[in-house]
């Protein structure tokens, strides 16, 4: 057969180069991510310029294979068959619902494959399936437009919430927002109709809200989070040292959040560090709360699993450094929105290794 005198070599020398490939066509094919936009999409619609053709294009810009998007529409102006103004237009109109649908269902379809190879890693937590939650601003660098250029700041493009399945390291949700000095704490009702009873979900003090704590423990769930100094609670008892580790001391104390709005009381852990060394803005201690029971996890383990939320930086940083997340627009914000595209292949790909 053609297969096995042309790809043969590649199956044996190179196996997972050849699979990476066929793991990003199965979750790039054209026929799916085009079903995906005319089930997801609320106001656009296809005419002449598919979404699988918008995707294509911009995949080849955000992996570095052309230099801009009108260089990657040079390049393939006669399959398109429609003019710039139309192809621009369709960037322009994408809604960042899509491109959040194709992440999630990107990671859906991955996910058995990780499972396959047994790629998962140890959770962090015993018990629980861990989700690290963070926000991520796209860069403010540009200053085409006239208006701009007499500035030395530029508009923020957009902002996302993205959600990292620890076990399987894949960005599974993208919450994105395309006004980018918007506060994070809008989005929370959306992150909380992602929390499902038994998950951990670890966030940073933007975060520590009473909406947000109060409604992960309804569900079931179960938070670790930097206590914020805007999030009041009645201490119960005195600090109680508990050990040592890599960074500092740590000391344990019961602590009441109440909410006022519905008169619901909240016990939580509250785990306290004092640091060998402060941090970058001067602080000597982090304080932070969590709901699970001592007797599934001890204080220190629990303050180093929360130093582990940086593991969802470092996606940030492999993605901004090896792929070309800011594009050259014009200070248009949604024609961003379809960045976000690609972005899981690349977590997904280095997952694989």
């Given at each position: 057969?053609?297969?096995?005198?042309?790809?043969?070599?590649?199956?044996?020398?190179?196996?997972?180069?050849?699979?990476?490939?066929?793991v990003?066509e199965?979750?790039?094919?054209?026929?799916?991510?085009?079903?995906?936009?005319?089930?997801?999409?609320?106001?656009?619609?296809?005419?002449?310029?598919?979404?699988?053709?918008?995707?294509?294009?911009?995949?080849?810009?955000?992996?570095?294979?052309?230099?801009?998007?009108?260089?990657?529409?040079?390049?393939?102006?006669?399959?398109?068959?429609?003019?710039?103004?139309?192809?621009?237009?369709?960037?322009?109109?994408?809604?960042?619902?899509?491109?959040?649908?194709?992440?999630r269902?990107?990671?859906?379809?991955?996910?058995?494959?990780?499972?396959?190879?047994?790629?998962?890693?140890?959770?962090?937590?015993?018990?629980?399936?861990?989700?690290?939650?963070?926000?991520?601003?796209?860069?403010?660098?540009?200053?085409?437009?006239?208006?701009?250029?007499?500035?030395?700041?530029?508009?923020?493009?957009?902002?996302?919430?993205?959600?990292?399945?620890?076990?399987?390291?894949?960005i599974?949700d993208?919450l994105?927002?395309?006004?980018?000095?918007?506060?994070?704490?809008?989005?929370?009702?959306?992150?909380?109709?992602?929390?499902?009873?038994?998950?951990?979900?670890?966030?940073?003090?933007?975060?520590?809200?009473?909406?947000l704590?109060?409604?992960?423990?309804?569900?079931?769930?179960?938070?670790?989070?930097?206590?914020?100094?805007?999030?009041?609670?009645?201490?119960?008892?005195?600090?109680?040292?508990?050990?040592?580790?890599?960074?500092?001391?740590?000391?344990?104390?019961?602590?009441?959040?109440?909410?006022?709005?519905?008169?619901?009381?909240?016990?939580?852990?509250?785990?306290?560090?004092?640091?060998?060394?402060?941090?970058?803005?001067?602080?000597?201690?982090?304080?932070?709360?969590?709901?699970?029971p001592?007797?599934?996890?001890?204080?220190?383990?629990?303050?180093?699993?929360?130093?582990?939320?940086?593991?969802?930086?470092?996606?940030?940083?492999?993605?901004?450094?090896?792929?070309?997340?800011?594009?050259?627009?014009?200070?248009?914000?949604?024609?961003?929105?379809?960045?976000?595209?690609?972005?899981v292949?690349?977590?997904?790909?280095?997952?694989?290794?």
């Amino acid at each position: 057969m053609l297969f096995d005198t042309v790809f043969a070599p590649f199956v044996k020398e190179r196996p997972i180069c050849v699979m990476a490939r066929g793991v990003l066509e199965r979750l790039l094919d054209a026929d799916r991510l085009d079903a995906l936009f005319a089930r997801t999409a609320a106001h656009q619609y296809t005419r002449e310029l598919l979404f699988s053709s918008v995707a294509q294009l911009m995949s080849e810009v955000v992996l570095g294979v052309q230099p801009s998007v009108h260089a990657a529409y040079q390049a393939h102006k006669e399959d398109l068959g429609v003019s710039t103004t139309a192809l621009y237009n369709k960037l322009d109109r994408v809604e960042t619902t899509v491109a959040a649908a194709l992440v999630r269902d990107s990671a859906r379809l991955a996910e058995p494959v990780i499972q396959a190879l047994h790629a998962s890693h140890p959770r962090w937590v015993p018990g629980y399936t861990v989700k690290v939650l963070d926000g991520n601003h796209l860069a403010a660098t540009e200053h085409r437009l006239k208006a701009l250029r007499g500035t030395a700041a530029a508009p923020l493009p957009g902002q996302a919430l993205v959600v990292l399945d620890q076990q399987r390291m894949l960005i599974t949700d993208v919450l994105p927002m395309e006004d980018g000095h918007a506060q994070e704490r809008r989005l929370i009702d959306q992150v909380l109709s992602r929390v499902r009873e038994g998950e951990l979900w670890i966030e940073d003090r933007n975060f520590c809200t009473r909406s947000l704590l109060f409604g992960m423990a309804r569900r079931g769930a179960a938070f670790l989070v930097r206590q914020h100094a805007q999030l009041p609670g009645e201490l119960l008892g005195t600090p109680t040292r508990t050990g040592v580790v890599r960074s500092g001391t740590v000391y344990e104390q019961a602590m009441i959040v109440r909410d006022p709005a519905s008169g619901e009381t909240l016990r939580v852990r509250r785990l306290t560090l004092v640091l060998k060394a402060p941090t970058r803005d001067g602080a000597t201690e982090l304080h932070i709360l969590s709901n699970i029971p001592a007797e599934e996890a001890r204080a220190n383990k629990l303050v180093v699993v929360y130093g582990k939320r940086w593991t969802i930086e470092t996606a940030f940083f492999d993605l901004t450094t090896t792929l070309s997340c800011e594009i050259n627009t014009l200070g248009v914000s949604q024609s961003r929105a379809v960045c976000f595209l690609p972005r899981v292949g690349r977590v997904q790909r280095r997952v694989r290794h």
